[in-house]
């Protein structure tokens, strides 16, 4: 009879073992995930900021009346080339404001240029 115990009790303890090692391994991958998503969040932040910055640079030039049309396709293309995220960089003048308030409201969230005329390469 005692071997039967000892037997069940060694059973069990493999058991609960492995079941601990599974809920720690689980946890493991589940922090990892956590940091990567962490990570890309961060990642992502820190990209969208850079094109801020160069959307917000490029804006001002235009308003100051330093920037021409094709020094805006060149600098648009060579930072769409080093930035991927960009699918485009279209400049709207003034004229077109009241077009492009009318297209956003009737546009679905699929992404589509908002007017003709995007830089392409």
């Not at 990892?32 to 990209?47: G, P, S």
């Not at 003034?94 to 007017?115: D, E, F, G, Y």
């Amino acid at each position: 009879m005692m071997p039967n115990v000892a037997v069940g009790v060694f059973i069990l303890a493999m058991i609960g073992l492995v079941w601990l090692l599974q809920e720690r391994d689980f946890d493991q991958q589940m922090a990892a995930l956590e940091r990567d998503a962490q990570w890309a969040e961060q990642t992502l932040r820190v990209n969208m900021q850079g094109d801020e910055v160069f959307l917000q640079g490029i804006a001002r030039e235009a308003a100051e009346g330093h920037l021409d049309g094709s020094t805006f396709r060149a600098r648009s293309r060579h930072y769409m080339q080093t930035n991927p995220q960009l699918s485009g960089i279209a400049w709207i003048t003034s004229q077109c404001s009241t077009i492009l308030q009318s297209l956003t409201r009737n546009m679905s969230t699929a992404a589509k240029p908002l007017v003709p005329g995007f830089i392409t390469e």
